[in-house]
């Protein structure tokens, strides 16, 4: 999934969460983003990750997504 969306798959190591920060943005707003499609549509988490994770990097791309 993350080549066909463009996605670079970076590793760290974990023994140092700091580095990790946007990384746990990151999987807060998928988590967030998969919560409110499911409460929406009562589909299964599988079935809406790629979605959301399109529209999260879609939007990154687009500038309209803030990390913080």
């Given at each position: ?39 929406e ?5 599988y ?6 994770v ?15």
């Amino acid at each position: 999934m993350c080549k066909f969306l463009g996605i670079e798959h970076c590793f760290a190591p974990v023994y140092y969460p700091q580095a990790n920060g946007q990384v746990e943005v990151m999987n807060q707003t998928i988590f967030r983003g998969i919560k409110k499609n499911l409460l929406e549509s009562r589909a299964k988490w599988y079935e809406e990750l790629p979605r959301v994770v399109w529209s999260s990097h879609r939007q990154i791309l687009q500038g309209r997504l803030i990390l913080a």
